[in-house]
């Protein structure tokens, strides 16, 4: 959830302690990098890449736990050769890499969801979206490693550790997985933007936020003794009883002193490239830095096999990963609060307990929320939730990829200015996480493709050729219905220039390049929806248009869409 990131070059506002781990650049307050740095530094090292960081104190040089178990990449060779030569120039998290850039991207969104944290609503009369969406559904607990509301006790504490390796698994696996293409999401924070990620890389980063909220000490119970390698406790956020609690105070993080910001409070006023020296790190939060050197390898391992053979490697793989740092005692989680030491200032009662510790009702009062009624506040966040979700809907050409948790498009936008009120009975559809069909076009002229001459580039004109097929991700609109973005660019849709001549091209934009996909045997037409006209090729030139010379019962206007 909230792990904080230290940002003395970056210099600018993070995450609050909302509900996050270790902090986010991008939130409300001006508050220090985290997660994107734990992210990027973990990258970097595995990879044997300049950090821009030396420090001769580095406390891993007189480390024996702690450290990765797993870096290895000799087989992995050719994935790292290929993260290596797409750079980025980010200049927000010095990633460096396209790949590591998308971890970054889709570790963020896990808190965040693309909205401005700071105007997380349409509207001022909207609820705060952030928090309803984003930050505190039950059911979103488990993706920041912590306890639902009603994770009572020992046993809530197991259930919730349990629930998180699961869903730490499940995350690692299905980046990769998924689809391999470009997709657009909304990196949201204190702005928000609209930017191009690898699919895979972007899941991965799922992952990667699970995994590090573990070791924040807002989040789990680590302890100095094993180096901070086993769980022993899961906390909670909204006052779950028998549980210690994520604490509440923005000052803390601002200060350093929240176990969300990895960096010690004496290093606040360290400026440039040293500030960011791992002696300058908090102990949890660098040997997360190392298990995150772990996950990155065993990540580019899985990427490194073929298709087909990444199902099972990654199972495989995120189990490892599960026993090596994501472990827990049953027996001692279960009995972990009996001893009161073990109980903090946050800690909540369970019903029956005695001791150390304040109520339920208490604890709800220092939320300061409106009410002090656990399940009441519980309905409110899931009417706020449901309200907000109404209000959004996916850009257009970008309904085909979703996060089916928070259940809202990667790419997504607010239905209008002012805010619309759900019908009492309305509830949010299930979003399915990938509806897009990758495939070639081709003609049923010669059975050659629609062609980009190798340049994916905006207004690259195209063609019918046995050379350089385009592959496009067919994006479903309405019946029989889509846009056809390139899957290699997710800037760019099949479209045409708006002149006498039609030629087919690259354009950054889905306005008026949706296609009616008219059955023509086994074969289709492409018809433009706003022109009503046909796509055809010239069997001269092998150029595409779209003009009324198109007709759809002309082989030149007939299409194939082989999936890929």
Known sequence: MKIKYLCSILATMTISSSATAFTQLGGAGIMPIGHEWLTRTSALEVMGQDTKVSDSSDPRLGWSSGLAKAVELNAAQAEVTKILSNTNEDGTYWSEYDAIYAAIVGERWVDIAGFNVTNASTDPTGPNCFNAVAQEPADLQQDHFMRRYDDIGGIGGVNAAKRAQARFINHFVNAATAEAKKIKVWDGGGYAQAVEVDHNYFLFGRAVHLFQDSFSPEHTVRLPADNYEKIWQVKAYLCSEGAEQHTHDTKEALNYQSGDVIWKPESRGDTGWQAYKPSNIKPVALVSLEASKDLWAAFIRTMALPEEERRVKAQAEA?????????????AMLAWYADEAKRDHT????????GKGKTLVQCMEELNVGTTDQLARVAQLEEERRHCLYNVEAEEGYSDVNDPLINMPYN??????????????????????DTGEAVHITSMLNGHAISDSGNTIKNQALVISDRSPLAFVKVETGTNTAYFRTRDSAELFLSYKSTSSGDAKLWTSPNQAAFYLQQQGSAVNLKNT?????????????????TRSGKAHNTNAQWQLKSL
């Open 319 to 331: 189990q490892q990963l599960v026993h090596n740092w994501l472990s827990f005692d049953e027996q």
């Open 347 to 354: 800690y909540v009662l369970a019903p029956g307990e005695s």
């Open 412 to 433: 997504w936008k607010w239905k209008s200015l002012t805010w619309k009120t759900p019908p009492a009975d309305w509830q949010p559809s299930q979003l399915k996480a």
């Open 530 to 546: 706003y022109w009503e006209q046909y796509v055809w090729a010239n069997p001269s030139t092998s150029q595409i248009h779209l």
